[in-house]
T-cell receptor, first 117, second 115 residues
Framework: AQKVTQAQTEISVVEKEDVTLDCVYETRDTTYYLFWYKQPPSGELVFLIRRNSFDEQNEISGRYSWNFQKSTSSFNFTITASQVVDSAVYFCALSDPHSNSGYALNFGKGTSLLVTP | DTAVSQTPKYLVTQMGNDKSIKCEQNLGHDTMYWYKQDSKKFLKIMFSYNNKELIINETVPNRFSPKSPDKAHLNLHINSLELGDSAVYFC??????????????FGEGSRLTVL
């Protein structure tokens, strides 16, 4: 069975601080995908990144970076120089392309990030 | 052009009523999903469906039923609504086969409030 754990329920930082959101996953499969989604206060789910299990390269996109480590089953997300607009709930998710639930994503419980001025 | 659209966006109704939420996608995807997000923001899969197979999360009460008139639509019917059904319901779609990258494309959500 798959499981995604986001141990940080809420994080509060002051603008311009760096913040890392942790994600640990469990799966028996060798082929899988990992995702991060952002849910701002307006409620929609915004796709941020997808990683497949064979690609452990870290990725940077502007102020966002992701650290994927298979050895520790972690896929952490760092926001550099945080801004108020980064305030949102962030979800880590795991997809097993061979599961019998189609390609449904299993989500972690989310980390609520509050960035204050 | 909205890729995955849900209607209504807000729905307030009384306990015991029957209601539907509609979902349409114009992405040409084969697989559609319904997720429930509860008051604690936890997102849980309810159904996944393609034109061949409906897969139901076993924890979903049988008062919930998906209806798919064609592969671009997956509507959610809820009978005998209960207070605990209050949540935000998200529709999503994804391609299948070689086009599948695991990414889901979500609608904007439908907030259901049961009084």
């Amino acid at each position: 069975a798959q499981k995604v754990t986001q141990a940080q329920t809420e994080i509060s930082v002051v603008e311009k601080e760096d913040v890392t959101l942790d994600c640990v996953y469990e799966t028996r499969d060798t082929t899988y995908y990992l995702f991060w989604y952002k849910q701002p206060p307006s409620g929609e789910l915004v796709f941020l990144i997808r990683r497949n299990s064979f690609d452990e390269q870290n990725e940077i996109s502007g102020r966002y970076s992701w650290n994927f480590q298979k050895s520790t089953s972690s896929f952490n997300f760092t926001i550099t120089a945080s801004q108020v607009v980064d305030s949102a709930v962030y979800f880590c998710a795991l997809s097993d392309p061979h599961s019998n639930s189609g390609y449904a994503l299993n989500f972690g419980k989310g980390t609520s990030l509050l960035v204050t001025p | 052009d909205t890729a995955v659209s849900q209607t209504p966006k807000y729905l307030v109704t009384q306990m015991g009523n029957d209601k539907s939420i509609k979902c349409e996608q114009n992405l040409g995807h084969d697989t559609m999903y319904w997720y429930k997000q509860d008051s604690k923001k936890f997102l849980k899969i309810m159904f996944s469906y393609n034109n061949k197979e409906l897969i139901i999360n076993e924890t979903v009460p049988n008062r919930f039923s998906p209806k798919s008139p064609d592969k671009a639509h997956l509507n959610l019917h809820i009978n005998s609504l209960e207070l605990g059904d209050s949540a935000v319901y998200f529709c999503a779609s994804s391609p299948s086969g070689t086009e599948n990258t695991g990414e889901l494309f979500f609608g904007e959500g439908s907030r259901l409030t049961v009084l």
